[in-house]
């Protein structure tokens, strides 16, 4: 069973940095991509980045571009999102996310990925 778990989610100032953490359960060969994704009061649920399991590359929305970097660590299963220069708009709760499914595009919208998280609260006061 795959189960991606998050973690590091806080308040913080506006300007600050966080690192959230996604470590995910189960077979690794399974995954085509692991996702972030998040969700402010009174929006959708957005894309933020990805990591394609395999090769390592990676994709972001253009409003975070520059500022969060997603990598990932095999040995551990662990998916990392470093956001730097948090502003007020990037408050939201983060899921993390595995897509175990093919799609011929590049994983850039929530309904790509079939397994998630719990999420973790992200706040950034002004």
């Known amino acids: 069973q795959v189960q991606p778990v998050e973690s590091g989610g806080a308040l913080v100032q506006a300007g600050n940095s966080l690192r959230l953490s996604c470590v995910v359960s189960?077979?690794?060969?399974?995954?085509?991509?692991i996702g972030w994704s998040r969700h402010a009061p009174g929006k959708e649920r957005e894309f933020v980045a990805n990591?394609?399991?395999?090769?390592?590359?990676?994709m972001y929305v253009a409003s975070v571009k520059g500022r969060f970097t997603i990598s990932r660590d095999y040995a551990k299963n662990t998916v990392y999102l470093q956001m730097n220069r948090l502003k007020p708009e990037d408050t939201a709760v983060y899921y993390c996310?595995?897509?175990?499914?093919?799609?011929?595009?590049?994983?850039?919208?929530?309904?790509?990925?079939?397994?998630w998280g719990q999420g973790t609260q992200v706040t950034v006061s002004s």
């Open positions: 996310a595995a897509g175990t499914l093919y799609y011929s595009g590049t994983y850039t919208v929530p309904n790509n990925y079939n397994y």
């Open positions: 189960g077979r690794t060969f399974d995954f085509y991509a």
């Open positions: 990591i394609r399991w395999d090769s390592g590359s990676t």
